[in-house]
């Protein structure tokens, strides 16, 4: 079973920074099946980054994904006073319908 | 637009079994392109894939709740549902159902259901 972990557990910073989170497996994850999570106090997730890379119907494209095999980083260029949220990675498939998701991080305003 | 809710008891006492539906609007379940997910959220933690379930009936389950949950499906009254038995406190969460798919790569989850807090507690 691959374990995602995700660093820092909490990113503080101001409005117009660049924010970089970084998610890591345990074993090496195919592209195709890593995608990056918002979520907002109250509400459910919301899909951001799917393929590791592509951006989900909707989202700024201050939102941006990469990496691939065990290193993958979602970054956004310029915080929006609406992106201070907690954010997850997740994985499928490293067995049959298995899925699985990262601890998340936090990104705070400093 | 596809929307997804749960519905079922807010609370449940320990030891017994927690049983939640999500019913599907705005489209259909009955779709081999789609997996239909349930996950929870702890207060205050992260998210924890519970299982899955295609239109046919084939099910995954997460390794460390497999032996308490069963997830099934109605395609007649597009809904899927979710048993988890023998609850304990720590079985307090949010619980959300999701919509997976299955047409990839890439697979991901594209909708979710808003959420219920069910909690355990005599």
């Known amino acids: 079973e691959i374990v995602l972990t995700q660093s820092p557990g909490t990113l503080s910073l101001s409005p117009g920074e660049r924010a970089t989170l970084s998610c890591g497996a345990s074993q090496s994850v195919s592209s195709s099946y890593l995608a990056w999570y918002q979520q907002k106090p109250g509400q459910a997730p919301r899909l951001l980054i799917y393929g590791a890379s592509s951006r989900a119907t909707g989202i700024p494209n201050r939102f941006s994904g990469s990496g691939s095999g065990t290193d993958f980083t979602l970054t956004i260029s310029r915080l929006e006073p609406e992106d201070f949220a907690v954010y997850y990675c997740q994985q499928y498939g490293s067995s049959p319908g298995l899925i699985t998701f990262g601890p998340g991080t936090k990104v705070d305003i400093k | 637009q596809l929307q997804l809710q749960e519905s079922g008891p807010r609370l449940v006492k320990p030891s017994e079994t927690l049983s939640l539906t999500c019913t599907v609007s705005g489209g259909s379940i009955s779709s081999s392109t789609y997996f239909w997910v349930w996950i929870r959220q702890p207060p205050g933690k992260g998210l924890e894939w519970i299982g899955s379930i295609s239109y046919s009936g084939s099910t995954y389950y997460s390794p460390s709740l497999k032996s308490r949950v069963t997830i099934s499906v109605d395609t007649s009254k597009n809904q899927f549902s979710l048993k988890l038995r023998s609850v304990t406190a720590a079985d307090t969460a949010v619980y959300f159902c999701?919509?997976?798919?299955?047409?990839?790569?890439?697979?991901?989850?594209?909708?979710w259901g808003q959420g219920t807090l069910v909690t355990v507690s005599s």
């Open positions: 999701a919509r997976h798919t299955n047409f990839g790569p890439p697979n991901y989850i594209d909708y």
